[in-house]
């Protein structure tokens, strides 16, 4: 089965300063894989996917990220963070290997945004 | 076009009832997926049904089932609840199936609390 692990459960940057949330995948297929964010009382919002395309996904708001095959990582980044960035981010991977397909979410990471 | 919408937003019920949550996915989406999202368990899938057919389960007790209609408008019904039922219940929609890396859209959430 494939998972996907979200290194910080934390992160936090001042307003103007770069983003890195992070995450490594498990996954004995060609995976897909998500960047949904969350806002506060909110549903998800689909920041950007990856599916064997180009390894530099770009999406909404700034944000993008870059699939690494050899470290099996897919790091969200966006060059500078506004306050409007602060929320809950989850990593997503979908899931080919025990005849279900489904997607997997990792535990999330909180970014928080301080002026 | 319109988004996802969930019906109810917020319910109360006490333990041993059921209760029945509605999905009313984007026009044109045959794909509807439930999941449960906890502070503890984060978000978990639940099922996904695609032109009223089930596809795929996730690990819960079959006290958690679902039925989707011929106008892709989905159900997800919980019977003898638990106090560990309370959570937020989020249901997404996409044009395919979620695990072959279709984007999903998700709507706001059902927030039930279990006294």
């Known amino acids: 089965a494939q998972s996907v692990t979200q290194l910080d459960s934390h992160v936090s940057v001042s307003e103007g300063t770069p983003v890195l949330l992070r995450c490594n995948y498990s996954s004995s297929y060609s995976p897909s894989l998500f960047w949904y964010v969350q806002h506060p009382n909110k549903g998800l919002q689909l920041l950007l996917k990856?599916?064997?395309?180009?390894?530099l996904v770009k999406g909404i708001n700034g944000f993008e990220a870059e699939f690494k095959k050899s470290e099996t990582s897919f790091h969200l980044t966006k060059p500078s963070a506004h306050m409007s960035d602060a929320a809950e981010y989850f990593c997503v991977v979908s899931d080919r290997g025990t005849g279900f397909q489904k997607l997997v979410f990792g535990t999330g990471t909180r970014l928080l945004v301080s002026p | 076009k319109a988004g996802v919408t969930q019906t109810p937003r917020y319910l109360i019920k006490t333990r041993g009832q059921q209760v029945t949550l509605s999905c009313s996915p984007i026009s044109g989406h045959r794909s509807v997926s439930w999941y449960q999202q906890t502070p503890g368990q984060g978000l978990q899938f639940l099922f996904e049904y695609f032109s009223e057919t089930q596809r795929n389960k996730g690990n819960f007790p079959g006290r958690f089932s679902g039925r989707q209609f011929s106008n892709s408008r989905s159900e997800m019904n919980v019977s003898t609840l638990e106090l560990g039922d309370s959570a937020l219940y989020l249901c997404?929609?996409?044009?395919?199936?979620?695990?072959?890396?279709?984007?999903?859209?998700f709507g706001p959430g059902t927030r039930l609390l279990v006294l």
């Open positions: 997404a929609s996409s044009l395919g199936l979620a695990g072959e890396g279709e984007t999903q859209y």
């Open positions: 990856y599916t064997s395309a180009a390894t």
